[in-house]
């Protein structure tokens, strides 16, 4: 068994614990292992690793893509209670791209083989549904992200990351540097900069090292709609 109390945290990651047969529990409990990552470890990098399902208990992570020339594109981000099968995309054979995940805050939670979260989807219809219907989410965020990039005014989708981040941050501070934001965007920095100071000449926020500060949210979220 588990070196901690795993059953509540199976229960609460898996909907489908109690369709499983003993085996299948006993399977999940003798192979889920706790881990923690450092801010900007990196957890998957592309066809080099499949550490397995991750279930995120507490931190932020991101998934990205990487193009030839380095600049990258984030597809989603995940906070603590969810679930990230991207880590394990080996075993996806939807999958034919590369595909990158690294914490973006020190981050901890449990970590199920690939090898073995595979087994019990191929012996256990419940748990292949659950997995079918999670990537129709990630897909989702995907298609969202996408769809931003390709037909969204970028000062709107800058106003709507700011907006979003917003709820997050402290005394109205977002802390994160341009060339963190341009990843978050899908755009580069020098963009994401002029963009941030029209933003500040507008009196939407007020900009210092590392840090944007949000001034006027009204007109933040006006911009956003």
């Known amino acids: 068994m588990g ?11 898996f909907p489908f614990w109690e369709r499983l047969s003993p085996e299948q529990q006993q399977l999940l409990l003798q192979n889920t292992f706790p881990v923690t990552y450092e801010k900007e470890e990196q957890l998957h990098r592309g066809a080099l690793d499949c550490i397995g399902v991750l279930l995120l208990k507490s931190g932020r992570i991101r998934s990205y893509l990487l ?20 880590t394990a995309s080996c075993i996806l054979k939807e999958i034919t791209f590369d595909v990158f995940v690294e914490a973006e805050t020190k981050s901890e939670g449990y970590l199920i083989p690939a090898p073995v979260f595979s087994r019990l989807t191929q012996e256990n219809i419940y748990a292949q549904a659950f997995e079918y219907q999670l990537l129709t989410i990630r897909f989702s965020d995907v298609m969202w992200a996408m769809q931003q990039i390709l037909f969204m005014s970028f000062d709107k989708r800058l106003a709507t990351f700011l907006a979003g981040e917003l709820s997050k941050a402290e005394n ?17 920095r020098e963009v994401v900069t002029r963009m941030l100071k029209y933003f500040a000449n507008e009196g939407i926020v007020s900009l210092s090292r590392g840090a944007v500060q949000i001034i006027n949210p009204e007109k933040l979220y006006r911009l956003a709609k």
Request: with cysteine.
């Open 67 to 86: 193009s030839e020339d380095g600049r990258d594109i984030t597809l989603y981000r995940l906070a603590g209670g969810d679930l990230c099968l991207l």
């Open 3 to 13: 070196s901690f109390d795993s059953i509540p945290v199976l229960k609460q990651f």
């Open 172 to 188: 109205g501070i977002i802390r994160m540097t341009h060339e963190q934001i341009a990843k978050y965007t899908g755009s580069a």
